[in-house]
């Protein structure tokens, strides 16, 4: 699998839509993937742990999902929770397009596709569901994830999935570090699920809510 949707918002590989059955135990979704978007021929094992594991949204309010490649996170949330609005951000256009497409289908009208500049400024987010692009670099994620979370509500909720391997426990400390106390909610078959929350107004590092290694 190429990394190249990683960082283009426009793939060069030529399109070649498919259908994809997203099974999960509460919710069965019909779906169509594309070349030139993250895994595009399976529900991605990391995004399966989350939809699997992470749990509800704490608080009502909208719900991101940051790098939505063609919806598997975003458009479960959507029918999971109809009446919440559900933003899913990415940069690669097609991946875009395959959301608003999919959406459509399931005839889901609380879901926004939306390149991250076109997020109005506005918009505070309850929770966020995310299988971040942990291949972009430790920089640019970090930079991303300052971003979003910045926008979370006080009393919202991140949940990003992350291979072990692939540095969920420094990412855990980093996120702590930053004002976002963050707990590790699950693990299973080598990914985490970390749970970040803003700190509350008030509290420094040394009181902050408690963490798990
Ligand atoms: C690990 S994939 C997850 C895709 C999808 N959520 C899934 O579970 O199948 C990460 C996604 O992040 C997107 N991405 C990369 N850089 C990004 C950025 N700066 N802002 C938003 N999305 C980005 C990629 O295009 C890719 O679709």
């Not at 793939?11 to 994809?20: G, M, T």
């Not at 939809?51 to 719900?63: F, N, T, W």
């Amino acid at each position: 699998m190429s990394g190249s949707h990683y960082f283009t918002g426009a793939p060069e590989v030529a399109s070649e839509r498919r259908p994809i059955t997203v099974s999960l135990p509460d919710v069965t979704l019909e779906l169509t993937t594309d070349a030139g978007v993250f895994s595009r021929s399976r529900l991605d094992p990391g995004t399966r742990i989350l939809l699997e594991h992470a749990p509800p949204p704490r608080v009502r309010g909208p719900i991101l999902d940051i790098g939505c490649g063609y919806g598997p996170i975003a458009l479960t949330w959507a029918t999971r929770r109809k009446r919440l609005p559900v933003w899913a951000v990415d940069v690669n256009e097609r991946a875009l397009e395959l959301v608003r497409l999919n959406a459509e289908a399931l005839g889901l009208g609380n879901v926004q596709a939306a390149l991250p500049d076109d997020v109005p400024e506005d918009v505070r987010f309850a929770t966020i569901y995310s299988n971040p692009p942990i291949r972009i670099g430790k920089a640019a994620l970090r930079r991303l994830l300052t971003h979003w979370l910045g926008r979370l509500t006080p009393d919202g909720s991140a949940f990003l999935v992350v291979q072990k391997h692939l540095g969920s426990d420094s990412l855990q400390q980093w996120l702590n570090e930053q004002g976002y106390p963050t707990s590790r909610v699950t693990s299973a078959n080598g990914f985490r699920i970390l749970e970040a929350r803003p700190r509350p107004a008030g509290e420094g590092s040394e009181s902050g809510r408690g963490t798990t290694s």
